[in-house]
């Protein structure tokens, strides 16, 4: 029932801009604090940022702060993530999850996860 499509990545440029999107199917959209989390290869899962459910308050990991907006359409059922001013450390899988009725930075408190999308930046 529940399911998680990201899209939106890409082949870029340094310097150039992706928008990512997450398509939830989940019956309470706004219940969910949402995030994006992305892995290279070789490396672990890092959090990139999240919008928490109650107040949709923001927070972002330090590397993207200023450069990243994540954002959400509870009416679209639909997360964001616009990426700006992209440099080749931003390549990673981009993965959409969602954490029922809780807020967190940690990959461990979301139960459910899209399958990834592609980012490749380019020097």
């Known amino acids: 029932q529940v399911q998680l499509v990201e899209s939106g990545g890409g082949v870029v440029q340094a310097g150039d801009s992706l928008r990512l999107s997450c398509a939830a199917s989940v019956r309470t959209f706004s219940t969910y604090s949402w995030a994006w989390f992305r892995q290279a290869p070789g490396k672990e899962r890092e959090f990139v940022a999240t919008?928490?459910?109650?107040?949709?308050?923001?927070a972002y990991a330090d590397p993207v702060k200023g450069r990243f907006t994540i954002s959400r359409s509870i009416r679209k059922n639909t997360v964001y993530l616009q990426m700006n001013n992209l440099n080749p450390e931003d390549t990673a899988t981009y993965y959409c999850?969602?954490?029922?009725?809780?807020?967190?930075?940690?990959?461990?408190?979301?139960?459910?996860w899209g399958p990834g999308t592609q980012v490749t930046v380019s020097s």
């Open positions: 999850a969602g954490a029922d009725r809780r807020a967190s930075v940690a990959a461990s408190e979301y139960g459910i």
């Open positions: 919008i928490s459910w109650r107040l949709g308050s923001t």
